[in-house]
C-alpha cells in the first residue's frame, strides 16, 4: 500500500536522502572541449610551420616572425570558429523552444500524445506515464521543459558560451602555440633550434594528450602517444617537404 494512504509524506524522506548524498559529476566538459581544440591546433600547427620553415634554411628570427603572425591569425580564426558554432548552437535552441511552445498551444493532444510515446520508451506503462502526462499539462513551462530535453535533446544554453568559448579557445591557441617557437627565441641557428623545439613540442604534446584522456575518459597514455604522433608526423611532413623543394 502507498505510503500516502496511509497518510504519510514522502516528500520530507526524499529531501532527507538527497541532503545525505551529493553527487560529484565533471561539469566543465564544453570548457574541456574548448581548451582541446585550442591547444591541440596551438601546438600543431605552429609546430609543423616552423619545422618547414627550418627546412627551408630560414633563419630564427624569420621563423619566430612567421609563427607569432600564425598563432596571432590562428587565435583569432579558432577564437571566431567557436563562437560562430556556440552562436549557432543557441540559435538553434531559440527556433526550436518557439517551434514547441507554439505546438503545445496549437496541437496539446499531438504534444501530449509524444509525451507519453516517450515514457512509454523507458518501460513505463499507460497507467503509470497517464498521470505524469496531466501534470505535465497542467504546467506550461514543465511541459515545455520536458519536450525540449527529451524530444529534441536540447538543454538551453549558457547565453554567454559564445563569448566565453571564443576566448577560450583563442587563449589556449596562443598558449600552445608558444611551446613550438620558444627555443627559436634563445638560438640564433634555424637548424640548432628545431630540433629543442622538436623535444620541447612532443614533450608538451604528450602531456597535453596525457591530461586530454584523462578529462575526457579514454586511455591516458594511449592519448598521449596517439597525440604526439600526429604532432610528430605533422612537422615531419613540413620539414620533408621544404628539405625536398629547398635542398
Known amino acids: 500500500m502507498a505510503a500516502a494512504e496511509h497518510g504519510i509524506s514522502v516528500e520530507p524522506e526524499r529531501k532527507s536522502l538527497l541532503s545525505q548524498h551529493t ?6 566538459g564544453e570548457i574541456v572541449r574548448d581548451i582541446i581544440i585550442g591547444v591541440s591546433d596551438g601546438l600543431t ?28 591569425a590562428g587565435a583569432i580564426s579558432m577564437g571566431l570558429g567557436g563562437y560562430l558554432a556556440a552562436k549557432s548552437e543557441t540559435d538553434n535552441y531559440r527556433r526550436e523552444l518557439k517551434r514547441e511552445q507554439e505546438e503545445i498551444i496549437t496541437m496539446p493532444e ?19 506515464y497517464a498521470p505524469v502526462v496531466n501534470a505535465l499539462r497542467k504546467n506550461p513551462q514543465a511541459w515545455l521543459d520536458f519536450m525540449m530535453k527529451f524530444e529534441l535533446g536540447l538543454e538551453k544554453p549558457d547565453p554567454k558560451r559564445a563569448l566565453y568559448s571564443a576566448m577560450t579557445i583563442a587563449i589556449a591557441y596562443i598558449l600552445g602555440g608558444v611551446v613550438p617557437l620558444l627555443p627559436y627565441m634563445f638560438i640564433a641557428r634555424a637548424s640548432e633550434a628545431v630540433v629543442f623545439s622538436v623535444i620541447v613540442t612532443l614533450v608538451a604534446l604528450l602531456v597535453f594528450g596525457y591530461a586530454k584522456g584523462y578529462f575526457t575518459g579514454n586511455k591516458p597514455f594511449r592519448s598521449a602517444l596517439e597525440t604526439a604522433l600526429i604532432g610528430a608526423i605533422a612537422s615531419a611532413a613540413a620539414f620533408g617537404m621544404a628539405k625536398a623543394f629547398n635542398p
Do not use: D, R, W
Open 23 to 28: 553527487e560529484k559529476h565533471f561539469t566543465a
Open 45 to 72: 600547427v605552429p609546430f609543423a610551420l616552423a619545422a618547414g620553415l627550418s627546412g627551408a634554411n630560414a633563419t630564427s628570427s624569420i621563423v619566430l616572425t612567421a609563427g607569432i603572425a600564425e598563432v596571432a
Open 110 to 128: 499531438t504534444e501530449a500524445a509524444e509525451v507519453a510515446e516517450i515514457l512509454a520508451q523507458y518501460g513505463i506503462e499507460a497507467h503509470e
